[in-house]
């Protein structure tokens, strides 16, 4: 049987690695070339969505604090508002788990390809190739918490290297050159929308800021470690990603960077020589690799947490002796499984696009659920109040954002919940 000790696996550098590690995925290697034609409105919308994430951190932090238990969003819903909506929120939050893992599984493999083409040039390699990883880290998690927060610290350190390589290479051209080494840009005209559609597009590179929350139960003195963790966490993603996005928009054409397909690659080749295409899309793929681990460990953890807090078959809360709920993390990589397949029928890729969009749309619901339930159970912590009720105005206009159809089928999949927690509460 694990002991206390090994069951409380992760510190403070693994925690912060899981924090950062799944805010920074493959998202920051293609949102360059995304937010290059909106001009100055892109750097507003990063700071809106800095703002907001903070603001979340922050609500997280607090309720950590409070709540040190497992399932971070699940914890704080079913603390304040019940089981009912408890169930709802953990049941949204699994939901974009499982179903963003499958993407993420796949950007690991597209990033790949370019190293290693086979990967693309035969048919439903990619597919196998994507599958291999889901479960490779499946079965990393469930052999333990220690060796799954090891990967994580590893696979950040390596991200991290051709970001940090993104700031100084802009740092030491403006040294030598100074103005001159600023690329002519087009004038964009600032306005609302724009800025609101920046917003939409870095605000996915924040999901994961509640990750340190979830095993609470995992993390040593979670009451300390997880704000902490929380907090410093998500300023530090927010100062890598405008470093990187503000270093390629001053100093790379903004015709190059919207039209190209790995611009942090092209940014770095313009001065180190093109083979830099196929190091940076290695490094692409650790970053992605690193995100599916952290999500991957969440994933066994949500439904852990609900079968252990009374509105999950209790089946999903039994552990194995490491300490790990092996049970919960074979059916979500079942669940991950079937996702991928549908891409990989070579007649469901809009469907899949449309499944991640509509994902993200439920999750939504554990955000907007945990600032509310920071000012129902927190009411005269007033700096909380003001951070959660920005946090949920926040959370509103991203879901506006996405569209009605995404949010009318988000709440057909948190509907679909609805006959296993009939079924649990009776």
Known sequence: MATAASRRALGFWTALALVVGNMIGSGIYLLPANLAPLGANALIGWGVTIAGAMCLAFVFARLAAVIPCAGGPYAFA??????TVGFFVAWSYWVLIWAGNGALAIAVVSALSLVFPVL?????????AALVLVWGLVAVNIRGVALAGRVQLVTLVLKLVPLAGVILL????????????????????????????AAA???WGFLGVESATVPADKVENAARTVPRVTLI????????YVAVAASVALLMPVEITANSPAPIAEFLGRTLGTGMAAVVALFAAISALGALNGFTLLQGEVPRAMAQGGVFPAWFGKESPRGTPARAHIVSGLLVTGVMLLNYTGKT????QDIATISLAAGMVAYLASALAAIRL????????????VSAGFVLW???GLGLKADLWGLGLMALGLPVYWRVRR
Do not use: C, E, H
């Not at 966490?233 to 890598?240: D, E």
């Open 398 to 400: 991203m879901v506006w």
């Open 201 to 203: 597009l870095t605000f």
């Open 78 to 83: 079913d603390a304040a508002f019940g089981p």
């Open 233 to 240: 966490g998500t300023a530090l993603t927010g100062l890598v």
């Open 120 to 128: 693309t040039a035969t048919p439903y390699l990619s597919g196998v």
């Open 349 to 352: 890729g809009q469907l899949f």
């Open 170 to 197: 802009a740092g030491w051209l403006l040294l030598r050159n100074g103005a001159g080494a600023v690329a002519p840009a087009t004038a964009v005209p600032i306005g609302a929308g724009a800025i609101a559609g």
């Open 378 to 389: 927190l009411p005269k912590d007033v700096p909380l109040v003001i951070a959660a009720a």
